[in-house]
C-alpha cells in the first residue's frame, strides 16, 4: 500500500513538472509572439507627425517634381514600359497629402486635414493638367495595355492599398526610416498611372476611361488614408488639444463624422468591389464550362457587370436556341442570377469580322511592342558587353604600385625609394603607354648597374609588361 502510495506521489510530481514546462514554454512562445509583432516599440510620435506635415505641401521644387515626374509616367503608359512607370512613381510626391489626411483624422488636427485636403486638390489638378496636356498631341493617343489595365479597379487594387498604407505609416514611425520599404511601397500603391490615364481620357474624350482611373485613384487614396488612420489611433498618438473645449469637441465630432464616413464610404466600396470581381469570376466558371460541354469556339467574351450580362462570340460550331435555352438557365447554378446570354454566331458574318479584326490589331501591335523591346535589350547587352570589355581592358593596364613596392622592398634590402608614372609614347603611327619607373639605392650600394638590370627584369616578370622603362635617381 506505502509503495502504491509513493508511485501515486510519484506520478502527481511528473505531472506537475510537465504542466509546469508546459507553462513556461507557453509564457515563452508569448513573449516571443509579442517581441515579434510588436509595433509599439521604436515607434516616434512626434518625429512621425513633423515628417508626414513635412510632406503635405505642394510648392516650388515639389510641383515641378510632381509635373515631371508624370510626365515621365504618362510617357511609360504610352510606350507600355513598366520600368519607366516604376522610376516615376519612385519620385512622385503624391503620397504626402494622403498620409495627412489620416494623420489629421487619427490626431483631431483640423488645421492639417484642411491644409491636407488643399494640397491633395492641387497635386491631382496639377497631374491630370499634365497627362491631359501630353496625350492632347495625337501622335500619343493609342489605348496601350498600361493605359488600359488602370482604367477599372478590382478588389485586388483595395488590398494593395490597404496592405501597402499600413506598412508605410509602420515604416514611417520607425526612429530609423526605412527606405527602401517606403520606396517599394510607393511602387506597390501606384498612385500616379490612374492620374494619367485620367489625364489620357480627359484628352481623347473617353469619360469611360477618365471615370474608371479616378475612381481607382480614389480607391487607393481612400484605404491609404485609413490605413494611416487606423496606425495612428493603435499607436496612440498625441490627440491635437484645444484651449477652447467646445471648439475641441466640436472637432472632434466634426473628425469623428469624416472618419465614419470614410471608413463606411470603404467598406461599401470593397464590398461593390468585391461583388463585381466575384461575378466576373462566376463568369468565366460558367464560360469555360460552355464551351467544354459544347465544343464551341469561342473567340471572344466580354462580361458586363454594370448591364449583367455575358456575350459570347462563336466561330464554327454553332449553338442552337434549344442549347442557349439550356445554358441561359444554368446561369443561376454558376451565381450570376438575372443575367442575359448574348451568343453572337456565323450569321452575323461583318460583325464576327469586326471582332476577328480587332483581334488580330490588337496581336499585332503586341508583336510589334515585343519585337521592339527584344531589340532594346539585345542592343542594352551589346553594350554591357563592350563595356566590360573596354573595363577589364583598363584593370589589366593598372599597376598595382602599393603591393608592388612592398614586394620590391622585402626583396631588394638596398631599395630606399621607389617612383612610379606612366608616360605616352608616339611614333606617330600609333600612341603606347610606356610604364616609367624610378630607383634609388642605399649609398652602401656601389655597384647598382647589375642590380638596376636584375630588378628591371623582375618588374617586366612581375607585371608580366616588357614595356618598362628604369630610371636612377
Given amino acids: 500500500m506505502t509503495a502504491q502510495n509513493e508511485n501515486d506521489q510519484e506520478l502527481e510530481n511528473k505531472k506537475k513538472v510537465v504542466q509546469e514546462e508546459f507553462k513556461g514554454f507557453f509564457t515563452a512562445f508569448k513573449t516571443f509572439l509579442s517581441d515579434l509583432l510588436n509595433i509599439r516599440e521604436d515607434t516616434d510620435k512626434e518625429l512621425t507627425i513633423t515628417k508626414i506635415k513635412a510632406g503635405i505641401a505642394v510648392k516650388s521644387h515639389n510641383a515641378w517634381v510632381l509635373i515631371f515626374s508624370i510626365f515621365i509616367a504618362s510617357i511609360g503608359l504610352n510606350v507600355s514600359s513598366t520600368a519607366v512607370v516604376i522610376g516615376a512613381m519612385l519620385v512622385s510626391p503624391l503620397m504626402g497629402p494622403i498620409l495627412g489626411l489620416g494623420l489629421s483624422i487619427g490626431i483631431n488636427d483640423i488645421d492639417?486635414?484642411?491644409?491636407?485636403?488643399?494640397?491633395?486638390?492641387?497635386?491631382?489638378?496639377?497631374?491630370?493638367?499634365?497627362?491631359?496636356?501630353?496625350?492632347?498631341?495625337?501622335?500619343?493617343?493609342?489605348?496601350?495595355?498600361?493605359?488600359?489595365?488602370?482604367?477599372?479597379?478590382?478588389?485586388?487594387?483595395?488590398?494593395?492599398?490597404?496592405?501597402?498604407?499600413?506598412?508605410?505609416?509602420?515604416?514611417?514611425?520607425?526612429?530609423?526610416?526605412?527606405?527602401?520599404?517606403?520606396?517599394?511601397?510607393?511602387?506597390?500603391?501606384?498612385?500616379?498611372?490612374?492620374?494619367?490615364?485620367?489625364?489620357?481620357?480627359?484628352a481623347t474624350w473617353n469619360f469611360k476611361y477618365f471615370g474608371?482611373?479616378?475612381?481607382?485613384?480614389?480607391?487607393?487614396?481612400?484605404?491609404?488614408?485609413?490605413?494611416?488612420?487606423?496606425?495612428?489611433?493603435?499607436l496612440r498618438f498625441p490627440v491635437v488639444k484645444y484651449i477652447n473645449q467646445a471648439k475641441r469637441k466640436r472637432i472632434a465630432q466634426l473628425v469623428g463624422f469624416i472618419a465614419t464616413i470614410i471608413i463606411s464610404f470603404s467598406i461599401y466600396q470593397f464590398y461593390l468591389l468585391f461583388q463585381e470581381n466575384q461575378y466576373k469570376l462566376n463568369a468565366e466558371h460558367f464560360i469555360s464550362e460552355l464551351q467544354e460541354k459544347t465544343g464551341a469556339g469561342i473567340i471572344s467574351t466580354t462580361v458586363n457587370y454594370d448591364q449583367k450580362s455575358i456575350k459570347i462570340v462563336v466561330l464554327g460550331t454553332n449553338i442552337d436556341e434549344v442549347q442557349k435555352k439550356i445554358w441561359s438557365n444554368k446561369m443561376d447554378e454558376f451565381s450570376i442570377p438575372n443575367?442575359?446570354?448574348?451568343?453572337?454566331?456565323?450569321?452575323?458574318?461583318?460583325?464576327?469580322?469586326?471582332?476577328?479584326?480587332?483581334?488580330?490589331?490588337?496581336?499585332?501591335?503586341?508583336?510589334?511592342?515585343?519585337?521592339?523591346?527584344?531589340?532594346?535589350?539585345?542592343?542594352?547587352?551589346?553594350?554591357?558587353?563592350?563595356?566590360?570589355?573596354?573595363?577589364?581592358?583598363l584593370y589589366k593596364k593598372q599597376i598595382p604600385f602599393v603591393q608592388l613596392s612592398q614586394e620590391a622592398r622585402i626583396i631588394y634590402a638596398g631599395l630606399d625609394k621607389l617612383s612610379y608614372a606612366s608616360k605616352l609614347e608616339t611614333n606617330f603611327s600609333s600612341i603606347d603607354t610606356v610604364a616609367v619607373f624610378e630607383v634609388k639605392w642605399n649609398d652602401s650600394i656601389k655597384n647598382t648597374k647589375q642590380l638596376n638590370i636584375k630588378f628591371k627584369n623582375w618588374l617586366q616578370t612581375r607585371l608580366n609588361n616588357s614595356k618598362i622603362e628604369l630610371l636612377n635617381k
Fill in 112 to 202: 492639417t486635414l484642411r491644409r491636407s485636403l488643399i494640397n491633395l486638390g492641387v497635386m491631382v489638378g496639377l497631374s491630370i493638367t499634365t497627362s491631359f496636356l501630353f496625350f492632347s498631341i495625337p501622335l500619343f493617343q493609342d489605348a496601350t495595355p498600361e493605359i488600359i489595365a488602370r482604367t477599372a479597379p478590382d478588389v485586388r487594387d483595395v488590398l494593395i492599398a490597404l496592405a501597402g498604407g499600413l506598412a508605410l505609416i509602420i515604416a514611417l514611425s520607425r526612429r530609423t526610416e526605412m527606405t527602401n520599404t517606403i520606396a517599394g511601397i510607393a511602387i506597390a500603391t501606384a498612385l500616379m498611372p490612374p492620374l494619367c490615364t485620367a489625364g489620357y481620357g480627359l
Fill in 212 to 234: 474608371g482611373a479616378m475612381f481607382l485613384f480614389l480607391i487607393n487614396a481612400i484605404f491609404i488614408a485609413l490605413a494611416t488612420f487606423a496606425v495612428v489611433k493603435f
Fill in 339 to 393: 443575367s442575359s446570354l448574348i451568343i453572337q454566331q456565323d450569321d452575323k458574318t461583318s460583325l464576327l469580322q469586326d471582332e476577328i479584326n480587332t483581334i488580330k490589331n490588337s496581336y499585332v501591335k503586341n508583336q510589334n511592342l515585343i519585337a521592339s523591346k527584344d531589340e532594346i535589350i539585345l542592343q542594352k547587352e551589346a553594350l554591357i558587353i563592350e563595356k566590360e570589355h573596354q573595363l577589364q581592358q
